[in-house]
């Protein structure tokens, strides 16, 4: 049963890179890491998903070590709009199925 | 917009009230889930629905009661319910939801209904 460990939270400046790391130190072979973004009373919504080494996309970066127990989730240059809570998830691999289980996030604050 | 819509948006029901909320994706999946996310907690995971029918349960009470006459609808339904019920009830929906092991399916959610009980 992989579990993730992330900081509860992080303030940064506008313009600032942020990176925000998890720890998953029992994610199994098969298990891909995926990050959501939820704004308050909204849904999560997904932001990028790797499997090792890096994963760019529009939104963020996803760097993933060779051991893959950890990952960085990579915000350039933040705006105000990026305050939120990010979460870090690996599947709960289970006999015929799978979850993906939400632990309680990192909010991320935004300073102008 | 993800294609997931929820209705209704905010409800306020008292605890001898029966009500329903409802979910429909319009993305072509086939797995369904029901979340709670409570004031400062982390979401939790409900109920799962794969090809209409139900995979999970994860211990919920049976006031709460989920319906999905199809891949595309989904319903919770409510009765009897009490003040710490009162949440954000999140709907998501994904391709399949037994699919490929490890990869975690990205799931795709709902704006949420704002559920207060009194």
């Known amino acids: 049963l992989a579990k993730t460990t992330q900081p509860i939270s992080m303030d940064s400046y506008e313009g600032q890179e942020v990176n925000i790391t998890c720890s998953h130190n029992n994610i199994a072979t098969n298990d891909y890491i995926t990050w959501y973004q939820q704004f308050p009373s909204q849904g999560p919504r997904f932001i990028i998903q790797g499997y090792k080494t890096k994963v760019t996309n529009e939104v963020a970066s996803l760097f993933i070590p060779a051991d893959r127990k950890s990952s960085t989730l990579s915000l350039p240059r933040v705006s105000l709009s990026d305050t939120a809570v990010y979460y870090c998830?690996?599947?709960?691999?289970?006999?015929?199925?799978?979850?993906?289980?939400f632990g309680k996030g990192t909010k991320l604050s935004v300073i102008p | 917009e993800t294609g997931v819509t929820q209705t209704p948006r905010h409800l306020v029901m008292g605890m001898t009230n029966k009500k329903s909320l409802k979910c429909e994706q319009h993305?072509?999946?086939?797995?369904m889930y029901w979340y709670k996310q409570s004031a400062k907690k982390p979401l939790e995971l409900m109920f799962v629905?794969?090809?209409?029918?139900?995979?999970e349960n994860n211990s919920v009470p049976s006031r709460f009661s989920p319906e999905c006459p199809n891949s595309s609808h989904l319903f919770l339904h409510l009765h009897t319910l009490q003040p710490e019920d009162s949440a954000l009830y999140l709907c998501a929906s994904s391709q399949e939801g037994i699919g490929l092991a490890g990869v975690g399916e990205t799931q795709y959610f709902g704006p949420g209904t704002r559920l207060l009980v009194l």
């Open positions: 998830l690996v599947p709960d691999s289970g006999a015929g199925s799978y979850q993906l289980t």
């Open positions: 629905y794969n090809f209409k029918e139900q995979t």
């Open positions: 993305l072509g999946h086939n797995a």
